[in-house]
């Protein structure tokens, strides 16, 4: 999060590819964050009217992508099934969310574990720039926890009409390539558990038309349509119970580690909830250290968390950029099945509900409030918007993650420039409201002599830390 607009300038790079997208291969990795393909499309018109019933939509995932769409579509006339394996979830996630995301999503701020107002980016030499003095009174980043804020989604979506069902999805039969926009249903296998079969479940199918795949990393929705891979990241988190004393000092405050031995392509954090603290990193090179890179995290705090009592351990796979197919006839992926986890601030709860959204009000759209049959255009709307809007926010992330992450000089630099007041506002600006801020130019001109000023000292560093390493 706190590097989301640092380069703000690097926001230009959007219109070479959002204006004229780049057609590719379905099979491609492009360097864009959001590859297209070349698809031919039936016109949405001709989709014909439902005869005495309504669009039938499933949702496979019951997080925070799959509690927003369920709920969207069923608030737009649309026959609503959830399916959802773990209802008590723990997802080893940090559990940030921007302010906008608590009107956008109309959240009851008893869910919300902590108003974090302040934070500390703490270099590999442990120097400390305190974050947040710009501020004003209102703002926070809210701190959840995941099995909270997605059961209260999916509740939500239950009240207005989605049938929430307790299953694992299995797979899908897909109508044969060429009749995806006529009334050829997609039938869903999976197993249900509701307590009478016991941990065996029950086999039963499901006829739906159309399929919003929000199911993460490992996506069975995403395989059944042949959506390809994606580098991920390996996320492992631990819940600590810390002395009250000690938990004062995290009331209103995270805090975020970088350097080579907490993570060498991300950062350790420790997060507040409601009676404990989050310790966690992530990495995507170096997966099978991810135990070293922990126990490194909680070394780097250890002052702060001494006398803690582990309670939960998590561990999770974070994708790192989106899948080169997101959308195929009437299924669409969303969230961490589409792959929209940002680089550089792994932030994914706001963007996963935001893209269940946008997607269900494709279909609520298209389908006239569920009254005709949706076709893959329909669903490309939402891609297309979804594209259009946040494609620079992803390509600003990953710039950063490539320029500040390499090494320990570089962090170093970066957490220099986070001490900058001008810095932190655009950031928190862009963080908070999901909107690039905008700038001084004057204020901008001097953030680009800073950040070289900072770069060069940075690779300075560098050269005389490999000659002493000779």
């Given at each position: 999060?706190?590097?989301s ?6 926001t230009?790079l959007r ?5 004229h997208?780049k057609?590719i ?6 360097n864009s964050?959001f ?7 039936t016109?949405s ?5 439902l ?8 949702v ?9 769409a ?18 008590d979830?723990c ?12 009107g ?10 902590r108003?974090v107002t ?6 590999p030499?442990?120097?400390?720039v ?16 995941r ?29 044969t390539r ?9 039938v ?10 016991g ?8 006829e ?11 996506s ?6 042949d959506?390809?891979d994606?580098?991920y ?12 004393d ?5 009331e ?14 991300f950062?350790?954090?420790?997060f ?7 310790v966690?990193?992530?990495t ?7 135990k ?13 968390i ?9 561990a999770?796979?974070?994708?790192e ?6 959308v195929?006839?009437r ?44 076709d893959e ?16 926010t992803?390509?600003?992330l990953?710039v ?5 992450y ?11 420039m ?7 506002k ?6 908070l ?30 050269r005389?830390m ?5």
């Amino acid at each position: 999060m706190t590097s989301s607009v640092v380069f703000k300038s690097f926001t230009a790079l959007r219109h070479s590819s959002v204006e004229h997208p780049k057609l590719i291969h379905p099979h491609t990795t492009p360097n864009s964050p959001f590859p297209y393909r070349r698809f031919r499309i039936t016109a949405s018109k001709s989709s014909p009217k439902l005869q005495n019933r309504n669009l039938r939509v499933a949702v496979i995932g019951g997080g925070p992508a799959g509690g927003a769409a369920a709920e969207t579509l069923a608030k737009g006339g649309i026959e609503t099934y959830l399916i959802e394996r773990k209802m008590d979830n723990c997802k080893p996630c940090g559990g940030a969310i921007p302010l906008c995301m608590v009107g956008e999503f109309d959240l009851p701020l008893d869910i919300i574990d902590r108003r974090v107002t302040k934070m500390k980016m703490i270099s590999p030499s442990n120097v400390a720039v305190d974050i947040g003095k710009t501020l004003k009174p209102h703002e926070y980043i809210g701190m959840v926890r995941r099995e909270v804020l997605d059961a209260y989604l999916r509740e939500r979506a239950s009240e207005n009409g989605a049938k929430v069902i307790n299953g694992l999805f299995l797979k899908m039969d897909i109508p044969t390539r060429g009749n995806e926009n006529i009334k050829t249903p997609y039938v869903l296998h999976y197993t249900e558990y509701d307590g009478k079969k016991g941990g065996t479940g029950e086999k039963k199918t499901l006829e739906v038309d159309a399929v919003i795949g929000a199911d993460g990393a490992n996506s069975r929705v995403a395989k059944s349509i042949d959506a390809g891979d994606y580098e991920y990241a390996i996320a492992f988190q631990e819940r600590i119970k810390i002395p009250n004393d000690k938990m004062v000092y995290y009331e209103d405050l995270a805090e975020m580690y970088v350097g080579d031995d907490v993570s060498p392509d991300f950062y350790g954090w420790v997060f507040p909830k409601c009676d404990h603290v989050a310790v966690g990193t992530g990495t995507v090179t170096h997966k099978g250290d991810i135990k070293k890179f922990q126990a490194a995290t909680r070394n780097r705090a250890r002052d702060k968390i001494l006398g803690g009592k582990i309670i939960r351990v998590e561990a999770h796979p974070i994708p790192e950029h989106p899948r080169p197919r997101r959308v195929l006839g009437r299924v669409a992926l969303v969230g961490d099945a589409a792959g929209y986890v940002t680089k550089c601030s792994g932030e994914g709860i706001y963007f996963a509900a935001k893209s269940g959204r946008m997607c269900a009000e494709a279909i609520v759209e298209g389908s006239e409030n569920g009254k005709k049959m949706v076709d893959e255009s329909d669903l490309r709307k939402y891609l297309e918007k979804w594209d259009k809007t946040y494609w620079p926010t992803y390509k600003v992330l990953d710039v950063l993650q490539k320029v500040f992450y390499r090494s320990n000089p570089a962090r170093e630099a970066f957490v220099e420039m986070c001490a900058d007041e001008y810095v932190q506002k655009m950031t928190f600006d862009s963080y908070l409201y999901k909107k690039v801020a905008p700038g001084n130019p004057l204020e901008d001109l001097k953030l680009a002599v800073n950040t070289i000023g900072s770069l060069v000292r940075a690779s300075a560093l560098r050269r005389e830390m490999e000659k002493l390493s000779v």
